[in-house]
């Protein structure tokens, strides 16, 4: 990570890859010392304990491509998340300038996402860690088969991860 760069942006709740309202924000961060994250997610659809798995995604071949970050826990309708991960522990990742935004999954189908560039994330989905196409959803049942992009991927090692 060559150079300092931070990015904030509002984070939009996404139903069936419609952009809906704004349910908190995610900055992103490099340093020398790795990369930093800080997401916030307000949401009483979670009041129920609940994990979300955060990716960054980027454009590739008319494709839009995640790679999985790490998960974490909400309850009681929010949501925060704080770690520097240390440069070379997400597998996929190159630098922030080449990823286009992020999204985030929980087990029951809501999906959350922020973009970094003019093209937005509905559609045909993201293509995650593991999976080959897109699965047919017809109701919420398993983390297999949710929202914008299908399968969940590979967890980070935990023991890679620091708080700040």
Known sequence: MAEYQRIV????????GQKGENTGFV?????KDGLRLFFHVKDMRM???RKLKAYFYFHKDGKKKGI?????????GNCEYKRTIPEG?????????????MVFYDSRGLVYGTCWDEREIGGEGIELPGMEKKPEVKERTEPEQIGLGGSIGRKVQESKLETW
């Open 9 to 16: 942006s509002y984070l939009y709740k996404y139903n069936n």
């Open 27 to 31: 900055r992103v961060e490099t340093r």
């Open 47 to 49: 009041m129920d304990e």
């Open 68 to 76: 999985f970050v790490d998960e974490f826990l909400c309850s009681r």
């Open 89 to 101: 522990s997400i597998e996929g990742f190159r630098e922030l300038k080449d990823m286009d935004g």
